[in-house]
């Protein structure tokens, strides 16, 4: 199963990691895959949409 989110203010490489990272460290997320261009981000696993969306403003960014 897979969640998608749109994710604003990812600018580089580093803001697509740390969005990568901090979604990943989320229980039962077993893949991440963001696209940095449009900001795109398909979360694969059995998850808690409020502790992704956490991790998220976590990085420092927001999904809408």
Known sequence: M???YEVTGMTCGHCQQAVEN???GVAGVTGVDVDLA????EVHGDIDDTAVRG??????????
């Not at 449009?38 to 981000?41: D, E, W």
């Open 2 to 4: 897979s969640t998608i």
């Open 22 to 24: 901090e979604i990943g």
């Open 38 to 41: 449009t900001g795109r981000v």
């Open 55 to 64: 991790a998220i403003e976590e990085a420092g960014y927001a999904a809408v």
